[in-house]
């Protein structure tokens, strides 16, 4: 017998047999349909039920052609591809739907494909995919429910620039559902195995065990929620193992029976292994909402962090810890002027540093109907004062949140880093390298990170943390904040606002800097509405020390439909930003334009055209493009025709692609 390791959590050992619940749900497969098939004297009985079956058979073939140039590459690649499908789908019932409800489906899918690659030898695969999906229902309308489910699909993601990506994912699963009224409880085993090839190959493996208990009392809800999931990520040869473990108790409690009284309380645990990392934090928070009057509601909020890292590539432990707490005040006065008063202080504990932040703000809003429109009016004031005391010449961040997106350039929130101190992970902990994933930016004292074309880092659902060092400031200093705006809509047409804000630095004590921040923004711009047509102007100016710019925008966007079987958009945009410091340009400018039109009573056509061209000292790129998509269908037949055009030029890197796309599709569905 297979022996358990406790030491890394006692789910392992039972769960390493992968095959064991895949087989079940075969083996519950075979009693559905084999023996109530045997047994005339079940149909007469109406032990057993099954749905006609849903039948779809899909025909495609796709041709596409990328060519690239450049100085480094000189590359024509031509793919064809001929993709069968074949989808079967039913459900039912076996003795009774109080006892056992199946959902069955089919999917096979057949794919012959040819790769061409100029000064290579031409690719011949054949690939094929044994879909399926089942799910089966135990005692649906029992206080205990039992469901079991294993699908395997795959999915394609097609870049315009870059080699498609193919992935395969085959996952089986079983949820057990405890309906009692006292603690009704969620249990949940799911395991995952997938695979994607193309654009770069990357294989993972996951486990997963996810539990919910939930406890309703008459004042109060109280909620548990745990998981546990083994993972192991390759990609491009780097391999991730990673053990995470996470709870969470989150309980509400009312005072009084209107409600007017709730204190909110969650205590967190994760604790999270992995090859680069050993990752230990629990927090704690209060928040106390005290609804005074109808007017009048205040919130008091206490929390507890504490972070412990250690970096198995640096041999580096890494410790961060927080306290914070705060106080806000909500008023509203005769329906037309909120006001808002928010109290805090939060200390910050860390190997490097040491930062105690204390802070205050109050805002006004002001919204009054007018005879032609409405008018709101917002001020806003910010004071906080900050004590830095560092223990080095360097202060650590852990975790910061990162957001990446195509071609843009996203700056960090502090500045003076160290870039060689740039560490980006994901939530598995894959660490992504710079020059290959990403490229760091430096503008004055500012740092930005900018992903490469060739990297899975902005994939979707992505969550991206960095860790970095910048230079510790050797003083203490207040910053006083003011905002004001002003946002006027008349006759439901024209839409006018303005906003300013200001920002400036008091030096308190230590060595006095070189220049403290004296920053201003202001933001104005119009919007005109009216029938088919709606333009929109919008101007920027930043005073500041890091990276001041002045910049604006236009758009232009029309929209007409010629009759109720037709549709046409226009949209244009024009776009500078100028940085002050250096005085260079940045120019964005773009047009985009879309006709749909109803062919008949059974299809239609739709075309796009767009042009994008932006041009600057780090980037100049051109980019347009054409997509015509025309789908009728006739009876059980639905045919669909797309073609998809992309040219882009990067006179930066001296680079052009040309990238063609031919679709034809034919489904046939039966019922």
Request: proline residues 3%.
């Amino acid at each position: 017998m297979r022996s358990i390791n406790y030491t890394n959590h006692a789910w392992v050992g039972v769960l390493e047999n992968k095959t064991f619940l895949k087989n079940a749900v075969i083996i519950i497969s075979l009693v559905v349909f084999i023996i109530p098939l045997s047994q005339k004297k079940a149909f007469a009985q109406r032990s057993f039920f099954m749905e006609r079956p849903k039948l779809a058979m899909d025909l495609s073939f796709e041709y596409e052609k990328d060519i690239r140039s450049g100085p480094f590459t000189d590359r024509e690649t031509i793919t064809r591809k001929y993709i069968e499908k074949l989808d079967i789908e039913t459900f039912g019932w076996v003795y009774h739907p109080a006892l056992l409800i199946f959902r069955l489906g089919y999917l096979p899918e057949w794919e012959q494909s040819v790769q061409i690659e100029q000064g290579a030898d031409r690719r011949i695969s054949k690939p094929f995919l044994n879909g399926y999906f089942t799910e089966f229902t135990f005692l649906k309308y029992k206080p205990y429910t039992l469901i079991l489910s294993a699908n395997k699909d795959s999915t394609t993601t097609r870049s315009n620039f870059a080699e498609r990506s193919k992935s395969e994912t085959d996952t089986y699963g079983a949820r057990l559902l405890l309906k009692y009224p006292i603690l009704p409880t969620n249990l949940s085993f799911f395991h995952t195995e997938g695979v994607k090839t193309g654009f770069y190959e990357a294989e993972n493996r996951k486990d997963q065990i996810l539990m919910n208990m939930r406890h309703d009392k008459y004042l109060g809800t109280t909620v548990l929620d745990t998981s546990y999931f083994d993972s192991t990520d390759t990609t491009q040869q780097d391999t991730i193992e990673t053990n995470q473990f996470r709870a969470a108790l989150n309980n509400n409690y009312y005072f009084t029976e209107e409600k007017d009284v709730v204190l909110n309380s969650i205590l967190g645990y994760e604790e999270r292994d992995s090859t680069n990392t050993v990752n230990r934090r629990y927090h704690i928070l209060e928040n106390l909402r005290w609804i005074n009057t109808y007017n009048l509601t205040t919130n008091y909020t206490l929390r507890y962090d504490k972070n412990n890292i250690f970096d198995k590539l640096k041999s580096l432990p890494l410790r961060t810890e927080s306290k914070s707490v705060g106080f806000n005040l909500t008023h509203l006065l005769y329906e037309n002027l909120k006001t808002t008063i928010d109290l805090d202080a939060r200390e910050n504990n860390s190997s490097s540093a040491r930062n105690d932040i204390y802070g205050s703000r109050v805002d006004f809003n002001y919204t009054r109907r007018i005879p032609s429109g409405v008018l709101n009016l917002a001020s806003g004031f910010d004071y906080r004062i900050f004590d830095t005391r560092p223990r080095g010449d360097t202060i650590l961040v852990i975790d910061e949140p990162l957001v990446l997106q195509d071609g843009v350039t996203t700056f960090l929130v502090h500045e003076n880093i160290n870039p060689a101190s740039i560490v980006i992970e994901d939530e598995i902990g894959h660490r992504f390298i710079e020059g290959i994933d990403y490229t760091i930016v430096t503008r004055g004292s500012q740092t930005g990170i900018k992903p490469e074309d060739s990297s899975s880092i902005t994939d979707t659902g992505k969550i991206l943390t960095v860790d970095y060092e910048y230079r510790a400031p050797a003083f203490d200093y207040s910053s006083f904040g003011q905002s004001y705006g002003i946002n006027l809509s008349l006759w439901k047409i024209w839409r006018f606002y303005y906003l300013l804000s200001l920002s400036k630095q008091k030096f308190i004590s230590g060595d006095p800097p070189e220049s403290l921040n004296d920053d201003s923004f202001h933001t104005a711009g119009a919007e005109v509405e009216w029938k088919w047509n709606k333009a929109m102007l919008e101007w920027n100016d930043q005073y500041t020390d890091t990276v001041p710019t002045k910049k604006w925008t236009f758009t232009d966007i029309i929209t007409l439909r010629p009759n109720d079987r037709s549709f046409w958009t226009f949209s244009a945009k024009y776009g500078e930003t100028r940085f002050k410091d250096t005085l260079d340009l940045d120019k964005s400018m773009g047009f985009k334009s879309g006709f749909q039109m109803l062919a008949g009573e059974r299809g239609y056509w739709d075309v796009q055209l767009f042009f994008d061209k932006i041009s600057g000292t780090t980037d100049r790129i051109t980019t347009k493009g054409l997509t015509s998509v025309f789908e009728w269908s006739y009876m059980i037949y639905t045919f669909n025709i797309t073609y998809d055009f992309r040219h882009e030029d990067d006179e930066v890197a001296d680079e052009t692609f040309n990238n063609n796309y031919f679709l034809f599709n034919i489904k046939r569905t039966l019922f």
